[in-house]
Each structure stands twice: as structure tokens, then as C-alpha cells.
């Protein structure tokens, strides 16, 4: 039997060892990452403006003029006088029409139907590009390690909003309803804003390597990120709230600021019965604790832009150095609104402003727990 002890004496070099091949976590993950950040772009734009196309659908009382939900016939709409006649005969039988609307013209009706009928139609083409950019990069095996079902994910999302949002504007058919129920209207925009949140943290996750990604966790600021966590609770917690003002139209009463009809609490909050109407109907009460919602947010964001100047990292400072600036902006829009009785102008833009402070808080959240790296000078 042959002698298989080795000589201390032996040359390494005869010794055959496994060297490990640098960028090994990016070749596991290796997929179209470009592509797929710009095709979410995409997607990111349009459901951008889907959410304000919405807020004015609301805003010029256009919800209701579709009556039915045909997802795949809806998307032509009325091409002769007597397809217009029939939609127009359909909106007359809602309570919005008998008792609001009544003697409304033709060409009035076509106004506010061409409103929601953008809205619903730019809502399938954002499901159309979803569809086709999802099984493009998936039949061509572009799509990198562990997104498959991410993407698959934001997909799911867009159907569950269509059904969400039909379930809304029911809502505004049944008998004595002038629009559709608040609380309904809270969690369709809500829902938007998840969808519109999510698409933000992919494509920032997607502009950097799996590599990049791990190596910058491991720099992340763990208190700032878990407050930028909390900051992004309290503006969901607003945007609900705003959700509710308008869908009441709350915020065309009232207009002092910073009292309500001369004291700090609305006249009559609770009068609803039972008491937990009030707080989605009464428009005191509802515009009171967007009010208050939006001091206790303001608040907290100087706290968490105070802790980000403590940070040594120069892009993540800037991100929350924004994140203040457009909250600053975002009360003055909320403030004039308020004064002015929400017009529909300042009304939409104050909407604007809501996305994109949504926007760079994520950001600013995403940079605290994932910063870029910089040189000991900053």
C-alpha cells in the first residue's frame, strides 16, 4: 500500500485548491436589471398619472358616469348617438342623477364620462404593459434571480385594484348615495400608493448590483432607517385620511386656518349615530384629523431630517435633506388649499404633492438602510 502522508516539505503549488471567481453574487442573480428598471419606470410614470387622472375624476364628480364594469367590452367607448343615448339613459337611473344631476345635458354627461372613462382605460394600459414587459423578460429568462416573483407580485397588486376599484364605485349606485363611500375611496387610493411605493423600491433596488446591494447593508444606519420606517407609517396614515377629506368633499368647509370655524375643534364632531360614522363622514371632524395628521407627520419629519445630519453619508443627508423641503412645500399646499376651499387646481397639485413626498421619503429610507458608498472625505 502506497505511503499517502504528505511531506511538510511539499511545494503549495503542487497542492490543487478551489479559488472562489470574483462577482459570484451577481452572476447568480445575473438577469436583464436595466431593462426591467426602465420598463418599471414605465410603469411608474403611468400609475403616477393614474392616481392624478383619478383625483380629478373625483374632483369633477365623474365617478359614477360608468354604471357598469366590463373590463374587456368598456375599453371602446360610445361611438354613435345611440350608444351615447343608452350610457347616458343608464346614468339617469342613479340616485347622483335623480337627485343631483337632474336635466343634466348630453354634452354635460360626456364630460364627466370621458373622465372616468380615461381613468378606467389607463388602467388597463398599465395592466397591458405590466403584461406584456412580465412575460417578455420571463419567456426570454431575463428576469434575475429572486424577481420573478416580485414582479409577479406588482401584477397581482394592479388586478386586485381593478376589482377594488369597481367595488368603490358600487358603493356610489346603491339608493340615497350622492358618491361613492368614503371608507371605499380610502383604500383604492391607498392601494395605489402601496403599488406606486413598491414599484419606487424595486427600481432603486435594481440601479445597483445583488453585491453593491449586500455590500451597502452592511453600512446601513440602522436608527435612521427604522425612523425613516416609521415616517413612511405616518404619511400612509396621511394620504388615508386625505383619501377620506375627499371623498366628502371635507375639505371645502372650513376654510380658516389654523382654527376651524373660529375654535381649535370642529362645531358638532359627533353628531352621526352610531359614533364611528363621524369619523368618516362628518367633514369637521374628517378635515380636523387630517389636520392634525399632518402636524404630528410635519413634526416627525424634522425629528428624523435632525438625526439624518448626524449621518457621515453625504447622498443619504441630501435624500432626507429633501424629503424635508418637499414636506415644507406640501404643507404650504395644504394650508392654501384649505384657505381657498379646495379648488380643483390647487386641490390637484396639493394630490401631486402627496406622491411625490411618498417618493422621496422611500428614497430618503431606502438610502438610510442601503447608502452609497463615498470616500472617508464624504
Known sequence: MADKTRSIFEDVGDVQKQVAKPGGIDAKSKGARGAIRIWLGMIFALVGIMILVGGLTRLTDSGLSITEWAPFAGAMPPTTETAWD??????????????????????????????????????????????????????????????????????????????????????????????????????????????????????????????????ARRMADARLSRLGTWLIVLAFVQILLGALVAGIDAGRGFPDWPLMAGGFFPPQPFDLVPLWRNFFEDPGLVQFMHRMAGYILFGFGIYVWARARKNGNGRTRFAFNMMLAVMVLQVVLGIVTVIYSAPAHIAIIHQLGAVVLWVVILRARFLAGHPHPQSIRG
Open 86 to 215: 343608452e350610457a347616458f339613459a343608464k346614468y339617469k337611473e342613479i340616485p347622483e342623477y335623480q337627485l343631483q344631476n337632474k336635466g343634466m345635458a348630453l354634452s354635460e354627461f360626456k364630460s364627466i364620462f370621458w373622465w372616468e372613462w380615461g381613468h378606467r382605460q389607463l388602467g388597463r394600459v398599465i395592466g397591458l404593459v405590466w403584461a406584456v414587459g412580465f412575460l417578455g423578460f420571463l419567456v426570454t429568462r431575463k428576469i434575475p434571480t429572486g424577481w420573478t416573483r416580485k414582479l409577479l407580485f406588482l401584477g397581482a397588486l394592479g388586478g386586485l385594484q381593478g376589482a377594488i376599484g369597481w367595488w368603490m364605485v358600487s358603493s356610489g349606485l346603491k339608493e340615497g348615495m350622492l358618491d361613492v363611500a368614503s371608507y371605499r375611496l380610502a383604500t383604492h387610493l391607498g392601494l395605489a400608493f402601496v403599488i406606486f411605493g413598491f414599484i419606487t423600491w424595486y427600481i432603486l433596488q435594481l440601479a445597483r448590483s445583488e453585491a453593491a446591494l449586500m455590500q
